[in-house]
C-alpha cells in the first residue's frame, strides 16, 4: 500500500479512481449519487435514530472517507470524525406533505458533494407518528449497493439495542481500510492482456453516439409470467445449468444480448462490460464501502453460431471472468 507525504492518505482503489475521474471530467453534476429512500411503517424515536446514524459512521471508515488531492494525485483519508450527521425533520403538522416531500428531495437529489469535505448527507423525516422516512444520499466512492444493505443493517441493530437500552458495546463494523490493502494482489496482468483485445465502439442500426452526456433513460421491460418460467426452465436445463440459478440466468441474457447486438450492428467481437461485487471474503460481505468493480466479457461470434455453440462461450468467458474478478 502505498502512502503519500501527508501522514494517513492513502491511494484509491481502481474502482474509486474511475469514479473520482467521472466526476472531475463532470464536476457540477450529481452523476455519481446514490440515493436510498426508506419508509419506516410504525413510530421512530428520532432521537434514538439520530444516535444509532452516529454510531453506524463512527463504526465505517468508509463513510468518514474524504478525498483530496496530494501532489497533483487524488488520495483519500479517514476523518476521526465526519463532518456530516443525520438532520431531523417533522412536517407531520403540515397539510401538504407530500409535495413538501417531493420538492425537499428533488433538490437534495442534486446535490453535488464536495469530496473533500464529506460524501454523505441523511435525514430522517417525520410524516405521522407511524410513518417516517430514512433519506440517505452518499457518493458512489465511498459505497455500493450491497455496502447500503450492510449500512441498513447495521444501523437496525445499533438502532434496536438503543431502544432496549441493554448496555451492550456494538460489535465493530469490518473496516474497509483491509480491503485497499488486499487490492495490491489484483491480477492486473490478466486485464491488461485482455484488453489489447478491446473491440472498436458500436454502431447501434449504423449510427454512433454522436452527443455526450450524463443524461440517461431507464426503460422497464416486463417479461411477464408465462417467458420468466420459460426462462428458469432453460437455466434448468442440464446444458445451461451451472453454479447457481441466478448465473445460469445470466449466462443466457448475455448469450441474447451478444446474439442481439451482432444483428444490430454487424460486429462479431464484443466487449460486454460486466459487474463484479469483489466481497470475496465473509469479512468484505459485511463492510461498507465501494467494493464493485467492472470487467470486460470478450465474446465473438461466427457465421452459422448455434445459440447453444454461443452460450458455451459466454459460459467460458464467465467462468474466466469469475476466476480473475
Keep these: 500500500m502505498k502512502y503519500s507525504t501527508e501522514e494517513g492518505f492513502k491511494d484509491l482503489t481502481q474502482s474509486q479512481l474511475m469514479i473520482w475521474t467521472g466526476q472531475e471530467l463532470n464536476p457540477g453534476v450529481?452523476?455519481?449519487?446514490?440515493?436510498?429512500?426508506?419508509?419506516?411503517?410504525?413510530?421512530?424515536?428520532?432521537?434514538?435514530?439520530?444516535?444509532?446514524?452516529?454510531?453506524?459512521?463512527?463504526?465505517?471508515?468508509?463513510?468518514?472517507?474524504?478525498?483530496?488531492?496530494?501532489?497533483?494525485?487524488?488520495?483519500?483519508?479517514?476523518?476521526?470524525?465526519?463532518?456530516?450527521?443525520?438532520?431531523?425533520?417533522?412536517?407531520?403538522?403540515?397539510s401538504d406533505q407530500d409535495l413538501m416531500l417531493d420538492d425537499w428531495l428533488e433538490q437534495q437529489n442534486k446535490h453535488v458533494f464536495d469530496l473533500t469535505q464529506c460524501a454523505f448527507r441523511s435525514a430522517l423525516i417525520k410524516i405521522s407518528d407511524t410513518h417516517?422516512?430514512?433519506?440517505?444520499?452518499?457518493?458512489?466512492?465511498?459505497?455500493?449497493?450491497?455496502?447500503?444493505?450492510?449500512?441498513?443493517?447495521?444501523?437496525?441493530?445499533?438502532?434496536?439495542?438503543?431502544?432496549?437500552?441493554?448496555?451492550?458495546?456494538?460489535?465493530?463494523?469490518?473496516?474497509?481500510?483491509?480491503?485497499?490493502?488486499?487490492?495490491?494482489?489484483?491480477?492486473?496482468?490478466?486485464?491488461?492482456?485482455?484488453?489489447k483485445e478491446t473491440p472498436p465502439a458500436l454502431r447501434l442500426y449504423g449510427h454512433t453516439q454522436q452527443v455526450l452526456t450524463t443524461a440517461s433513460k431507464r426503460i422497464a421491460v416486463e417479461l411477464g409470467l408465462q417467458r420468466s418460467q420459460q426462462l428458469r426452465t432453460l437455466a434448468a436445463n442440464e446444458e445451461f445449468k451451472t453454479w447457481t440459478a441466478h448465473l445460469s440466468l445470466y449466462n443466457i441474457f448475455v448469450t441474447l444480448l451478444t446474439a442481439f447486438l451482432e444483428r444490430v450492428t454487424g460486429q462479431r467481437k464484443l466487449s460486454i462490460g460486466t459487474p463484479a461485487h469483489n466481497r470475496s471474503t465473509n469479512k468484505f460481505k459485511q463492510t461498507p464501502g465501494l467494493f464493485i468493480q467492472f470487467f470486460p466479457l470478450f465474446l465473438e461470434t461466427k457465421p452459422g453460431t448455434s445459440f447453444v455453440e454461443l452460450h458455451h462461450q459466454v459460459r467460458n468467458e464467465t467462468n474466466e471472468f469469475m476466476l480473475n474478478a
Design 30 to 94: 450529481p452523476l455519481y449519487n446514490v440515493i436510498m429512500r426508506f419508509d419506516f411503517l410504525g413510530p421512530i424515536d428520532p432521537h434514538h435514530f439520530q444516535e444509532a446514524f452516529r454510531l453506524l459512521v463512527q463504526q465505517s471508515d468508509a463513510m468518514r472517507t474524504i478525498v483530496k488531492l496530494i501532489d497533483g494525485v487524488p488520495k483519500q483519508l479517514v476523518l476521526d470524525q465526519a463532518n456530516g450527521s443525520l438532520e431531523f425533520w417533522d412536517i407531520a403538522p403540515e
Design 132 to 195: 417516517f422516512v430514512w433519506y440517505l444520499n452518499q457518493h458512489h466512492i465511498i459505497t455500493d449497493a450491497w455496502g447500503v444493505t450492510t449500512q441498513y443493517q447495521a444501523i437496525s441493530k445499533l438502532y434496536s439495542d438503543l431502544l432496549a437500552s441493554n448496555g451492550q458495546k456494538a460489535e465493530q463494523l469490518p473496516q474497509f481500510d483491509a480491503f485497499v490493502r488486499s487490492q495490491q494482489d489484483t491480477p492486473a496482468k490478466h486485464w491488461e492482456n485482455k484488453l
